[in-house]
């Protein structure tokens, strides 16, 4: 991987985490695709630019990175999570989740991964895992023929696909997860389509693909209502549950403009902002970031209502509300962004240094 584009990802995945958060503080930072609308179908769609075909004649190797990067972590989380859960209890009076039980533990992170509030953007982990592995394997079997537009229609058909099959069948657990695999499969095989026989072959930046973007685009907001799922969120979208409104296929439409437009600002400001030390440890503590996030937004609020001497009764979701958010979205937004970047940081210093140390006294005992 060349320092360039390793670069750019770094910068996509931060990105990518500020418009979950952004989300999550419910304001867009681009004005035609409002919270919810893309940003998933992003983080898939990077995993897909990081895969190499070399993974395909390794299954144990792939397997065994895999459950390193992403289940380990997030079951020390989920752990973590639930002892903070149960600190909670004696000072607002209830378990913000599911009922503790070996089910719901390991389990339910694999079926919609709200077991536990405080850390519920953290689903997100489970289903990228067991997308990844689908991906593998199938990936695995469509290289007996060696043809890529073979490969992207098959890969289009289940992302577009996706949602009809949900609409059609009974809503069953085991229907979601396949639903959201096939959903993301389509994302993952785009991005690293677009990185093998795109990226430095054919250039779509250019003012006529702005212009197309930007006219479909505004086509695909008819479809938009308002962000609320209670009421039909148009261009916004809930992988996790499976809300897609009356919607077919504008959420695979407004996904693929969201990348292509997050595409195009990291190739203009790259030159600008890859040297700035906060993006580039951002990028790197993505996971970090999307585990603490809603935590972080919860204390604030803590502080604030206490501050204020408002009664917590007066909080509106238990988790996702924030205090006077008129007045402190943006706040929350830049005071969420560092503290969880510099925590992630802090956390890859001190496994850094466990490993290590580890590694040293293992090595000691080998001679």
């Known amino acids: 991987m060349d320092k360039v584009f390793s670069g750019e990802i770094t910068l996509l995945k931060a990105l990518a985490i500020m418009l979950v958060v952004s989300g999550h503080l419910e304001f867009s930072i681009f004005g035609m695709f409002p919270p919810y609308s893309f940003q998933l179908a992003l983080f898939f769609f990077i995993s897909g630019m990081l895969f190499k075909d070399k993974y395909l004649d390794d299954v144990t190797g792939y397997f065994t990175r895999r459950i390193k990067s992403l289940l380990v972590p997030y079951f020390c989380y989920e752990a973590v999570y639930l002892l903070i859960t149960l600190a909670l ?12 039980s070996l089910k719901n533990f390991f389990i339910t992170p694999f079926l919609n991964g709200h077991q536990l509030f405080l850390c519920a953007p953290l689903w997100f982990v489970p289903q990228l895992f067991m997308t990844l592995i689908v991906f593998l394997f199938l990936m695995r079997v469509l290289r007996v023929i060696d043809n890529k537009w073979v490969h992207l229609i098959f890969f289009t058909i289940l992302g577009f696909g996706a949602i009809p099959f949900w609409k059609a069948i009974a809503h ?18 785009l991005g690293h389509f677009y990185v093998k026989y795109v990226k430095d072959k054919y250039d779509i ?5 702005l212009g197309g973007v930007v006219l479909f685009q505004s ?26 409104d009356q919607q077919i296929i504008v959420p695979v439409f407004t996904s693929l403009t969201g990348i292509w437009v997050c595409l195009l600002t990291v190739k203009l400001l790259y030159p600008y902002l890859k040297d700035i030390k906060l993006l580039q440890q951002m990028g790197k503590v993505t996971y970090h970031i999307m585990a603490n996030h809603l935590f972080v937004m919860y204390i604030i609020t803590l502080i604030l209502f206490k501050l204020t001497g408002t009664p917590l009764t007066e909080k509106g979701d238990k988790i996702y509300s924030i205090f006077n958010p008129v007045q402190t979205t943006y706040m929350y937004f830049v005071v969420v962004m560092l503290v969880t970047t510099y925590f992630g940081v802090f956390q890859q210093f001190i496994w850094k240094r466990i490993t290590t140390a580890v590694s040293a006294i293992q090595q000691r005992k080998d001679t």
């Open 89 to 100: 209890v004696p000072v607002i009076g209830e378990f913000f989740g599911a009922e503790p």
């Open 172 to 189: 069953t657990p085991l229907a979601l997860i396949t639903m959201r695999t096939a959903f993301s499969l389509f994302f993952v095989y």
């Open 205 to 209: 930046f250019t003012p006529k693909w």
């Open 219 to 244: 086509f695909l907001w008819l479809f938009n209502r308002d962000f609320d799922p209670v009421h039909g969120i148009g261009l916004s979208y809930v992988l996790v549950w499976g809300r897609f």
